[in-house]
Nanobody
Framework: EVQLVESGGGLVQPGGSLTLSCAAS????????MSWVRQAPGKGLEWVSG????????SSADSVQGRFTISKDNAKNMLYLQMNALKPEDTAVYYC?????????WGPGTQVTVSS
């Protein structure tokens, strides 16, 4: 059974930083691409960032480009999202997702709130 469990969310002031983590199990993590997707209050899902299976090919949405960095540790079956220079509009539930172009499994999400 595929399991994805996010952690690291919380309340942070504008301009601050957070690192989200996702522990993956139940599938071949090292051969799978992964993504982060978010949902802001009252809005739809927004793809944030994706990475290929080897962690070398990464891409991010324009809204987070230059501020967020996705990374993948295949030895630990862990996915990360380093978020810097956070803005109030980054407030959302962040989901760890198996896959990149065709999502196959989702974690329960972790709340990130950016507010002073």
């Amino acid at each position: 059974e595929v399991q994805l469990v996010e952690s690291g969310g919380g309340l942070v002031q504008p301009g601050g930083s957070l690192t989200l983590s996702c522990a993956a199990s139940g599938f071949s993590f090292s051969t799978d691409s992964m993504s982060w997707v978010r949902q802001a209050p009252g809005k739809g899902l927004e793809w944030v960032s994706g990475v290929d299976s080897d962690g070398e090919n990464q891409s991010s949405a324009d809204s987070v480009q230059g501020r967020f960095t996705i990374s993948k540790d295949n030895a630990k079956n862990m996915l990360y999202l380093q978020m810097n220079a956070l803005k109030p509009e980054d407030t959302a539930v962040y989901y760890c997702v198996q896959g990149r172009l065709a999502p196959r499994a989702w974690g329960p999400g972790t709340q990130v709130t950016v507010s002073s």
